[in-house]
């Protein structure tokens, strides 16, 4: 089956063009464009004048795509921007008759559930390689993964258990507003930001965390997988990647320490010197550190010393979803 899925984000607009069949999924095209949608959105609750122009001109390049491919079933999917903002109804049905797509908003735990059902579907099963290979690793203390989805608005977690067949359905997830672009405009005032605002920032993800997150919950996860454009970038940065190679992306390991140095690194830097490094994808230079932020505190929430990288994430969800035969 052939599905069109876009995913209208805070910070980016995303497309995914695939070819979907006995629950596998091949990519025919997928593009990435930074809008930045969310921009003031977070103090305004209404969408900017220009960020909605610089949308609508990445959507009208898109639905020359869509209507190439022809796909039998398609979603535009918007996420948190279009849950805060007062006039985002009017914006969705403009972007959804754009493109030829149904348009709609996803529910931030719908979010989640579909970011955890997509990494999976792209993540191979460390245990499982082990045990294929004669390893015969004993069953885990710590048999859940975390999927963890850093947007431009809100932060997506979701913990659970692979699935011996069929799609993974994880058993607690959260939507948390504490995105990057909303911890940039909210905490970071300064560029870079001083002492006191990244306390306040810190502060603040990890208070929501606390009340998100059950004790018992941390307690289960053995295993993290980060998606979307702050864990990527880190990637890219760490591999000096000066053409951005999915292949090299995908499924890498982020450690701790990869993290803390990164983090280090960028907050001593103003956002326009972040740009000038390798592997900074333009339009992240200026959330990039609030990301590693998110990422650092989810890693220290769930005591995880590193993390996986995966390239698959809510856009594979949804397809997988719209493919299905009982969607």
């Not at 870079?192 to 605002?197: C, K, L, R, V, Y």
């Not at 499924?251 to 740009?275: I, K, P, Y």
């Not at 650092?296 to 929430?301: I, L, P």
Request: a negative charge; charged letters at 25%.
């Amino acid at each position: 089956m052939k599905v069109a899925v876009i995913d209208v984000g805070t910070n980016s607009v995303r497309l995914l063009l695939a070819q979907v069949a006995g629950g596998r999924l091949r990519d025919v095209r997928r593009e990435t464009t930074v809008t930045r949608l969310g921009a003031g959105v977070d103090r305004r609750r209404r969408l900017d004048a220009a960020a909605v122009a610089r949308t609508r001109a990445c959507l009208s390049g898109y639905a020359t795509h869509v209507a190439g491919f022809g796909p039998e079933t398609g979603l535009l999917a918007a996420t948190s921007v279009l849950r805060d903002a007062a006039d985002g109804a009017g914006f969705l049905a403009e972007a959804g008759t754009l493109v030829g797509l149904p348009a709609r908003v996803l529910r931030g735990e719908e979010e989640a559930a579909l970011s955890f059902a997509g990494a999976l579907s792209g993540v191979e099963d460390r245990g499982g390689e082990e045990q294929a290979a004669g390893g015969g690793r004993p069953a885990s203390p710590r048999p859940d993964t975390v999927v963890i989805d850093i947007g431009g608005g809100s932060l997506e977690l979701a913990v659970g258990r692979r699935a011996a067949s069929g799609p993974a359905a994880p058993s607690f997830v959260c939507s948390l507003d504490v995105g990057v672009v909303r911890l940039t405009e909210r905490f970071f005032a300064a560029d870079p930001p001083d002492e006191a605002q990244w306390d306040a920032a810190r502060d603040f993800v990890r208070a929501a965390l606390d009340e998100a997150l059950p004790p018992g919950l941390r307690a289960t996860v053995g295993e993290g997988i980060g998606l979307a454009g702050t864990f990527t970038t880190l990637v890219a940065h760490k591999l000096a990647l000066r053409v951005y190679d999915r292949s090299a992306v995908h499924g890498h390991v982020l450690t701790s320490a990869d993290l803390s140095a990164a983090q280090a690194e960028f907050r001593r830097l103003t956002s326009a010197e972040r740009g000038r490094l390798i592997g900074i994808q333009p339009g992240r230079e200026d959330v990039i550190l609030a990301g590693t932020l998110l990422a650092s505190e989810v890693c220290r929430a769930f005591g995880l010393d590193e993390v996986r990288v995966s390239e698959a994430d809510i856009l594979d969800g949804l397809a997988l979803s719209l493919a299905s035969p009982d969607s």
